[in-house]
């Protein structure tokens, strides 16, 4: 039975005479650049193949910001335009700030064993949190708005919860989707804001 090698991993770099590795500022910066490149590329590698294993998406679209979320792979492919993508954005964000405002639970995710617990956000900054309340209130107000035009028979809100807000992938619901996506641009003037770009 052979044992491996004890120790920690070999680094590799430019050594001095004596063995160690070098100690030299330049050495030092370009070994652990080399190192955190290495890990990067690592772990960028493992991102790809999963957003190419389970979505099916090329190579090179994996490496786009887009491809994380459902909405943004409904942008890449065309299903939704980019002012639609764009609104998308501003709405989650908008939700994000709102639910800081009304201190709500977090919702269900990934769990970070090392992050700090307790609140985030900053719950003094009281013109802050009404700002943001007045935003979303104004958001689901244009949202409901388009749903009182399609008389009831829309599903506006759960298609913007389930695939905006909770990012699941429900390909049922994209034609509601895109309506409640316009009604939030036509909100957040962001075909206007493109034009003039």
Known sequence: ???????????YGTRETNGRLSRKKND??????GQLDQDEREMLRTGVEARNKMHGLKPE?????????F?????????????QY???????????????AVRSPRQPGAIDLNATKGGSGDYENVPKNVAALSAWRAATA?????????????????????CVLEDQELHHLIGWLREGL????????????????
């Open 142 to 162: 244009a949202i409901q708005d388009r749903q009182n035009q399609l008389k009831g028979s829309g599903a506006l809100y759960a298609a913007l919860q389930y």
């Open 61 to 69: 679209d994996c490496r786009d910001v887009r491809a994380g979320s």
């Open 86 to 100: 764009e609104a998308a954005k501003v709405y989650l964000e908008q939700y994000h700030e709102m639910a800081i």
């Open 1 to 11: 039975m052979t044992m491996g090698k004890r120790g920690p991993k070999a680094q």
């Open 28 to 33: 030092v910066t370009k070994r652990l650049t």
């Open 182 to 197: 316009n009604a939030l641009a036509r909100h957040y003037r962001i075909g206007d804001k493109m034009k003039a770009a």
């Open 71 to 83: 909405v943004g792979r409904l942008a890449m492919t065309g299903e939704i335009t980019p002012q």
